[in-house]
């Protein structure tokens, strides 16, 4: 059996932490006594954070958008000057745009893939560099969605898509390299279905009608849960794509 809070005083970075998701991942390492660096756009929704939670681990409040290579390199300075390592990282930072290909706007293609595709792999890189630096068998876990799995049956999606799957595959690909250099730091990806946030809203799916019984979805919280699982796993252990739907859910990708 897997020793209890084996993260306990480690340092995590979650990307995107000042909302949904990465929000209820940052509290919950911090429940587990992680130092929490978390990055975000929206100042006023970190500062929330700060210092959370008592008695436990902390978090740390970090303005930093994403899409921006010089930024995300900057803030792996700041982390690695205050605490010297990193343990793990969360890749969360991401958009959902509802935009239909004919269209082809170019600014939600590329907001979409600069935030879920390329800001994955310059944290990536920074991440790794520090965690062989200090000899750290880390961990670097990439929030993705259902929709890095299969093709979408509605307009508009298409893109959103694309770029999951170019997630889905640089993950793979990072382990493989890994895998290769003989390093023990472990890469996963988890793919949530549908989970109550703003980002629907956010990305314009919302639609004038709404069905009488509202679908299944999962809670922020459970993404969390999902994070503290893999984390405890044996390190002998190695889950690379873990699914998660909330129960009775049809929606295909």
């Known amino acids: 059996m897997a020793s209890t809070r084996p993260y306990a005083d480690q340092v995590a970075v979650v990307t995107g932490g000042s909302a949904g998701i990465g929000r209820a991942i940052a509290l919950r390492l911090a429940e587990e006594g992680m ?20 008695g436990h681990g902390r978090i740390f409040p970090y303005v930093c958008d994403m899409t921006k290579e010089q930024e995300v390199v900057d803030f792996f300075k700041k982390i690695k000057e205050k605490f010297s390592a990193i ?25 979409m893939f600069e935030l879920n595709v390329l800001g994955v792999g310059v944290a990536s890189r920074e991440a790794l560099k520090l965690m062989k630096e200090t ?34 595959l640089i993950t793979e690909g990072l382990r493989a390299e890994l895998t290769e250099q003989k390093s023990n730091i472990r890469v996963s990806m988890i793919s949530p279905g549908s989970v109550a946030t703003e980002i629907a809203a956010v990305g314009g799916w919302l639609s004038a009608s709404q069905d009488d019984v509202p679908a299944p979805t999962l809670k922020s919280e459970d993404i969390g849960s999902n994070v503290i699982y893999l984390l405890n796993l044996p390190s002998s252990v190695h889950i690379t794509d873990l699914v998660v739907r909330p129960t009775g859910e049809t929606v295909l990708a």
């Open 35 to 54: 130092r929490v660096a978390v990055t975000g756009r929206r100042e006023d929704k970190l500062q929330e954070l700060e210092g959370y939670p008592e």
């Open 87 to 111: 343990h793990v990282l969360v890749n969360n930072a991401g958009t959902a745009l509802y935009t239909k290909v004919a269209d082809c706007e170019m600014d939600k293609w590329r907001n």
């Open 135 to 168: 000899n750290v068998e880390g961990y670097i876990i990439n929030i993705s969605s259902i929709s890095a799995h299969g093709v979408p049956t509605m307009v508009g999606k298409h893109v959103y898509n694309a770029s999951k799957h170019a997630l889905r």
